[in-house]
């Protein structure tokens, strides 16, 4: 092989491997996980202890590089402008938190359905109104809220509107059987619409 070859190969390799930056060790070159602040004020500290000095505070969603494997005790070390830095894991979460509240639309009436011929009649083993194939734990039916809005349920959970058949202050739960469906019975829960930023 000519030097010539062999030389374009060790570039090659270079460019491919990264071996030169290894070499340096340079701080923009170890592996990260992208993060995202869950609160606004964490605190961000030189050190991993809370007596440690507060270097800044986060933004909500303000994001982290998160040094890969750079978590134990309940801090992860994060890369700052001139070294790292450590937050505490329970202030980052993997997705940016949207932003928005809930507010409370009062108390509902709460039923269950399926999609069986008791349910729905006619429209048994259907979609929903809204065209979505419905899914237990995502689907309620409720006459006076907009399709696609984002319900919680107190004491239940989160769900979406995708259906019709109730009128007023009532949602109707979906459930994947009847007996599930049956089994709901009637309960007046407080409920709440996400409204987004
Ligand atoms: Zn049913």
Not at 124 to 139: D, I, Y
Request: charge should be negative.
């Amino acid at each position: 092989m000519s030097k010539m070859k062999f030389l374009m190969l060790v570039t090659v390799f270079t460019m491919l491997f990264g071996f030169n930056a290894y070499a340096d060790g340079e701080i923009n070159d170890i592996a990260t996980v992208t993060k995202y602040a869950n609160k606004e004020g964490a605190n961000i500290y030189s050190a991993p202890a809370d007596d440690a000095e507060v270097l800044d505070t986060t933004l909500l969603n303000t994001s982290f590089e998160v040094v890969y494997g750079g978590e134990c005790d309940n801090w992860s070390q994060i890369v700052a402008d001139d070294g790292f830095a450590f937050i505490k894991t329970e202030d980052l979460s993997d997705t940016e938190t949207p932003k928005g509240h809930w507010v409370s639309l009062g108390k509902y009436k709460t039923t269950g359905y399926c999609n069986c011929r008791k349910c729905c009649g006619k429209w048994a083993n259907g979609k929903t109104a809204s065209g979505t194939v419905p899914a237990q734990g995502r689907t309620i039916a409720c006459g006076s809220l907009p399709f696609g809005t984002e319900i919680l349920i107190e004491g239940m959970g989160q769900y979406t509107v995708e259906d019709r058949g109730v009128t007023g202050k009532h949602i109707d739960v979906y459930y994947g059987s009847h007996g599930t469906a049956w089994n709901h019975g009637v309960k007046y829960r407080e409920v709440f619409k996400w409204v987004a930023e």
